[in-house]
């Protein structure tokens, strides 16, 4: 009899090989068999893996037509269908040593198990939107490498500038801080170009603000790409750095930018009460609008040189270790900080980067304002130079040293790797 016999009947669903069994029953051969009946049926599913070795698949399994009702009946009355094995356990390699398991209840690595477990529990992220894009430009029209730094241009402001604004917001960079080098025959004692309106800064924020309304531009507030001396400030015939005579032009200067349309003025020459005074000066050209970002942890550091190469802005004599900060001093930042909120500054800065992230926490753990770093020209150099010796993985260690600044607690980042970071964050090829 047709009930007496076992059906045995391979069947193809999908990219899946199945073989079905039914044990005997007197509705054997309906269209769909009644889970209501008394005798028991027995559901087996093996499952191969043909059609998936190939990488191949030929679409979704179909579904058997039970409806949820029989589904549950047929589990109720012991036909479980079959699932995979409970895998092996994974073997050790050969001489590994029996040891019982360490009696301890929080083992850390169970949350980094999977990429999925630690996308999910990664506490620090990073984004286009926290990068700020430092540019050299220059008057001439051509692009012109800078030797130290691979990769890096003294832009013409009329074309290549535009040209690296444009790939810049492409992969979300939307901010950039502008580093003028100015021709040697206008820089003087004073600084004077610092504040012509008509200069190349000012020139070039009404050139991008035209082109690009919402572009968000930073403007570097000092007179060392303007003084024939090199220094952040003017230089009295006995080589000190004069204070209050300097945070006057330095006032100049900032009212210049705000009125070509800055966004954010960057006072980076470390003159004492300088944030105040420059507030205090916008303000009164009806530029409450505009905000600061001071340099408030800058320190007299050694990995600025490729920078100074960029804008020929080298001190002609001495050092800058009178205004700028002791590298070995940790609790003077607080001093900085505390006279810079004091005096009104908007974003707090530390400069250099990497090497101060130590400070870059002091500032985010006292400070409720923005915090910014500065990835400075000789961390850039050396991580280039490192990549191109195939020391390291350049794009790797971008992007690891970029996080830490965040981790450290800067809200922004400036960096020249802006551009390569954020097509790299965007899945571009460099």
Same mark, same amino acid.
């Given at each position: 009899?047709?009930?007496?016999?076992?059906?045995?009947?391979?069947?193809?669903?999908?990219?899946?090989? +199945?073989?079905?069994?039914?044990?005997?029953?007197?509705?054997?051969?309906?269209?769909?068999?009644?889970?209501?009946?008394?005798?028991?049926?027995?559901?087996?599913?093996?499952?191969?893996?043909?059609?998936? $070795?190939?990488?191949?698949?030929?679409?979704?399994?179909?579904?058997?037509?039970?409806?949820?009702?029989?589904?549950?009946?047929? !589990?109720?009355?012991?036909?479980?269908?079959?699932?995979?094995?409970?895998?092996?356990?994974?073997?050790?390699?050969?001489?590994?040593?029996?040891?019982?398991?360490?009696?301890?209840?929080?083992?850390?690595?169970?949350?980094?198990?999977?990429?999925?477990?630690?996308?999910?529990?990664? &506490? *620090?992220?990073?984004?286009?939107?926290?990068? %700020?894009?430092?540019?050299?430009?220059?008057?001439?029209?051509? =692009? *012109?490498?800078?030797?130290?730094?691979?990769?890096?241009?003294?832009?013409?402001?009329?074309?290549?500038?535009?040209?690296? %604004?444009?790939?810049?917001? $492409?992969?979300?960079?939307?901010?950039?801080?502008?580093?003028?080098?100015?021709?040697?025959?206008?820089?003087?004692?004073?600084?004077? &170009?610092?504040?012509?309106?008509?200069?190349?800064?000012?020139?070039?924020?009404?050139?991008? /603000? #035209?082109?690009?309304?919402?572009?968000?531009?930073?403007? $570097?507030?000092?007179? =060392?790409?303007?003084?024939? =001396?090199?220094?952040?400030?003017?230089?009295? &015939?006995?080589? !000190?750095?004069?204070?209050?005579? *300097?945070?006057?032009?330095?006032?100049?200067?900032? !009212?210049?930018?705000?009125?070509?349309?800055?966004?954010?003025?960057?006072?980076? =020459?470390?003159?004492?009460?300088?944030?105040?005074?420059?507030?205090?000066?916008?303000?009164?050209?009806?530029?409450?609008?505009?905000?600061?970002?001071?340099?408030?942890?800058?320190?007299?550091?050694?990995?600025?040189?490729? +920078?100074?190469?960029? @804008?020929?802005?080298?001190?002609?004599?001495? #050092? /800058?270790?009178?205004?700028?900060?002791?590298?070995?001093?940790?609790? &003077?930042?607080?001093?900085? @900080?505390?006279?810079?909120?004091?005096?009104?500054? $908007?974003?707090?800065?530390?400069?250099?980067?990497?090497?101060?992230? #130590?400070?870059?926490?002091?500032?985010?753990?006292?400070?409720?304002?923005?915090?910014?770093?500065?990835?400075?020209?000789?961390?850039?150099?050396?991580?280039?130079?490192?990549?191109?010796? /195939?020391?390291? #993985?350049?794009?790797?260690?971008?992007?690891?040293?970029?996080?830490?600044?965040?981790?450290?607690?800067?809200?922004?980042?400036?960096?020249?790797?802006? @551009?390569?970071?954020?097509?790299?964050?965007?899945?571009?090829?460099?």
């Amino acid at each position: 009899m047709a009930s007496a016999a076992m059906l045995n009947a391979p069947c193809n669903i999908g990219a899946l090989k +199945f073989e079905v069994k039914l044990k005997p029953s007197p509705n054997l051969f309906c269209a769909r068999p009644s889970v209501k009946l008394n005798q028991r049926r027995v559901l087996t599913i093996r499952a191969s893996k043909e059609g998936h $070795d190939n990488g191949s698949s030929s679409g979704p399994l179909r579904k058997m037509g039970l409806t949820d009702e029989e589904c549950e009946a047929a !589990v109720v009355a012991g036909n479980v269908p079959e699932a995979p094995p409970v895998p092996p356990k994974p073997v050790a390699p050969a001489g590994t040593p029996l040891v019982s398991s360490l009696p301890i209840n929080r083992r850390p690595r169970r949350n980094r198990r999977s990429s999925v477990a630690r996308a999910a529990f990664q &506490e *620090t992220n990073i984004s286009p939107a926290n990068l %700020v894009y430092p540019l050299f430009i220059h008057e001439g029209e051509e =692009d *012109t490498p800078i030797g130290a730094m691979p990769g890096c241009y003294r832009l013409g402001w009329r074309h290549g500038l535009v040209e690296e %604004v444009a790939k810049a917001r $492409d992969v979300g960079v939307n901010s950039i801080v502008l580093f003028p080098k100015v021709p040697d025959a206008l820089k003087t004692s004073t600084g004077d &170009e610092a504040y012509n309106d008509n200069g190349l800064v000012p020139r070039t924020i009404r050139l991008l /603000k #035209d082109k690009y309304p919402d572009l968000v531009i930073y403007t $570097d507030v000092a007179l =060392d790409p303007y003084s024939s =001396d090199g220094h952040d400030g003017i230089v009295r &015939e006995d080589g !000190v750095i004069m204070n209050d005579e *300097t945070v006057h032009q330095l006032c100049k200067q900032a !009212v210049a930018q705000a009125r070509a349309g800055a966004d954010v003025v960057s006072p980076s =020459d470390m003159m004492d009460g300088r944030v105040g005074a420059i507030r205090a000066a916008l303000d009164a050209e009806g530029f409450q609008h505009v905000s600061i970002m001071s340099y408030t942890a800058k320190y007299a550091s050694s990995f600025y040189g490729p +920078f100074r190469e960029a @804008l020929d802005s080298n001190p002609r004599f001495g #050092d /800058k270790k009178t205004y700028q900060m002791n590298p070995a001093n940790y609790r &003077e930042a607080l001093v900085e @900080l505390q006279a810079d909120e004091s005096e009104g500054a $908007d974003i707090l800065l530390v400069k250099p980067g990497l090497p101060y992230l #130590d400070i870059i926490r002091l500032l985010r753990d006292k400070s409720p304002l923005p915090i910014a770093a500065y990835q400075v020209s000789g961390e850039y150099s050396m991580i280039k130079a490192g990549g191109v010796l /195939k020391m390291i #993985d350049e794009e790797r260690v971008m992007m690891e040293s970029l996080m830490c600044l965040r981790r450290a607690g800067a809200d922004i980042i400036l960096t020249y790797f802006a @551009l390569q970071a954020g097509r790299c964050m965007c899945g571009e090829k460099r």
